[in-house]
């Protein structure tokens, strides 16, 4: 189900030496960062400014390590 919520992900970069910021469904919006909780403050600060949105934080081997939603999640229409 789609909804209208930003989603932010922090993820390692190819050669995991820095951090990534990635907003979902936008290829061309990518920030780096030297180490990870940079980029986590980074992508919080964000997704705080966007609301409703999500944040999906990545773990170094890029599998999915968990996640925080701010503001309330839109309204769902009747399926």
């Known amino acids: 189900m789609a909804t209208n ?5 922090v993820v390692p970069n190819v050669s995991g030496t ?3 910021i990635t907003q ?5 919006t990518r920030e780096e960062f030297r ?13 705080r400014q ?5 944040v999906k934080l990545h ?3 890029g599998n999915m390590d968990y996640g925080s939603t701010y503001g309330d999640d ?3 229409s009747p399926s």
Request: aromatic content about 6%; glycine content about 2%.
């Open 50 to 54: 966007h609301l409703p949105s999500q």
């Open 35 to 47: 180490t990870k909780p940079e980029a986590v403050e980074a992508a919080t600060h964000r997704a």
């Open 5 to 9: 919520r930003t989603v932010y992900h």
């Open 18 to 20: 820095k951090w990534v």
């Open 24 to 28: 979902e469904g936008k290829d061309a």
């Open 59 to 61: 773990k170094s081997n």
């Open 74 to 76: 839109p309204a769902r």
